[in-house]
């Protein structure tokens, strides 16, 4: 029996989750996504192309594997569609490789109009949410008023129809001006190309694949600061992005998660609203954007940039069971003559090394400084050509996150990425 191997965001998302499940694809049989929907971006490169998937799994460039969109995933029939169409266009059929879990939800325009329409009310207080109709979503199967995959195959349009009058009765307390038409029939376009792919019970055919030893490997949307329980409440998403997450979201008992792997950038970024406590306001926060492009691979928003936060990361890493950490984007601070990280809050009552229950009383973060390798990183074939401020940045956070760091990432590309504590 194999175990279900699980590749996870430790801070507010965007890490580089896309890029590494495809890195390590090779190494497994199946790649699953266990959780979210498209209000994730997970963007690979590869041999001078640039792909940004949304609700499919990131396994499906590397060796004609099998990808599965687990039951805890909720699905846009017509964003669905378009993902589906670009990479058919660009010479990526899917049809006998992607796999559906009949049990996961399906997101209807009403959950995108309801989302829009709750943003809107909440003003100030707003989350900054993707606008996809995840909260919403969510809220129906916890709710038990979901619509799910599996209902396709049978009396679809009256159960369309009932969860969609529930819906324009909630919408008529909002103020939103909508085009349902439009969008429906763009959604049900897509529920045509739903169709034609294989419909399954994933907890059986997941367990099925450890039986017969094949390895899978679980990629997580969002970032553990997003959890539904465990980041920054209420600023979060409506899923548990954490690694119970992969349990509930693929039916795999947690006997059966094998390795953790924890990911995280060698800074901080964020976005919509909540608190960030090593959010940079000045110009190395300007710098971090530029350099690490972020702007939202989705939304295109600016991403809020800061320093790395252990304490964060440290919790990050308790409630997941992290094994192994995953650090990207190091090239991002090749040019800085000096690194900060997080390694304590402030706060009104004095210094502390643990999450509170509210990041918004952390006073200021305390720093430890540490010098920058200032080269350029982005050619870097191997661990042995780590300068050695690198290696000492890499050492100090090892000590401090007592996990070991074996890939560490020096660009976009799958080409950039360094493995190391290697057996031989
Ligand atoms: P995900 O949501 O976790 O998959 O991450 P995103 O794709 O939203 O954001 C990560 C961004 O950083 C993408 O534009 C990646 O192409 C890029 N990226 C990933 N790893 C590296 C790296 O090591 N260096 C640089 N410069 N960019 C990277
Ligand atoms: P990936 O998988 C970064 C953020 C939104 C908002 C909050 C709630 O690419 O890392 P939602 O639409 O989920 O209700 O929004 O969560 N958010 C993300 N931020 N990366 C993501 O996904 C995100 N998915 C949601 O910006 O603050
Ligand atoms: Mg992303």
């Known amino acids: 029996m194999k175990k279900v191997d699980v590749l996870l965001g430790l801070q507010w998302g965007d890490e580089g989750k896309g890029k590494v499940v495809d890195v390590l694809t090779p190494q497994y049989g199946v790649v699953a996504r266990f959780q979210g929907g498209p209000n994730a971006g997970h963007t690979l490169e590869f041999e001078g192309k640039k792909f940004v998937l949304r609700s499919i799994p990131s396994g499906i460039f590397q060796g004609g594997k099998v990808n599965v969109i687990g039951n805890g995933v909720v699905l846009n029939p017509a964003l669905f ?11 990526h059929p899917l049809y006998d490789r992607l796999k559906i879990s009949k049990k996961a939800h399906l ?6 109009l309801l989302d829009q329409a709750y943003e809107t009310a909440k003003g ?6 993707t606008g996809k109709g995840i909260g919403p979503t969510y809220t129906d199967k916890i709710s038990r008023n979901g619509l799910r995959v599996g209902d396709i195959l049978n009396n679809f349009e009256e159960k369309y129809n009932v969860a969609k009058a529930k ?16 969008l429906e029939s763009e959604w049900f376009a897509g529920v045509e190309t739903l169709k034609k792919f294989e419909f399954i019970d994933s907890e059986h055919y997941i367990n099925d694949a450890l039986k017969n030893k094949t390895t899978v490997l679980a990629e997580g949307a969002q970032g553990t600061m997003l959890d539904v329980d465990f980041g920054s409440y209420p600023f979060v998403t409506s899923s548990n992005t954490v690694c119970a997450g992969s349990c509930t979201g693929l039916g795999v008992a947690p006997k059966n998660i094998g390795e953790v792997f924890g990911i995280f950038k060698a800074y901080c970024t964020r976005v919509g609203s909540g608190p960030f406590p090593t959010e940079l306001f000045d110009k190395d926060g300007e710098r971090l954007r530029e350099k690490g492009h972020e702007f939202g691979s989705v939304t295109g928003r600016p991403r809020r940039c800061g320093w790395v936060d252990l304490v964060a990361l440290r919790y990050a890493i308790m409630v997941n069971g992290v094994t192994q950490l995953f650090m990207m984007k190091a090239d991002v601070l090749d040019e800085f003559e000096t690194i900060k990280a997080c390694v304590a809050y402030k706060m009104a009552d004095g210094e502390i090394e643990y999450m509170p229950y509210d990041l918004e009383e952390v006073v200021e973060p305390i720093y430890v400084e540490l010098p920058g390798w200032q080269c ?6 191997s661990e042995n050509e780590f300068p050695e401020e690198l290696n000492a940045y890499l050492d100090f956070l090892e000590d401090e996150l007592q996990v070991p760091i074996t890939l560490v990432s020096v660009g976009p590309d799958r080409a950039q990425t360094i493995f190391r504590h290697q057996e031989d």
């Open 81 to 91: 569609k378009e993902e589906v169409d670009a990479l058919e266009k660009s010479g």
């Open 376 to 381: 350029d990183l982005t050619k870097v074939q």
């Open 107 to 112: 997101i209807m325009p009403t959950h995108c």
């Open 124 to 129: 100030k207080g707003k989350i900054g949410t």
């Open 167 to 182: 819906h324009l009765e909630l919408l008529k307390n909002y103020n939103l001006e909508y085009n349902l038409e439009e």
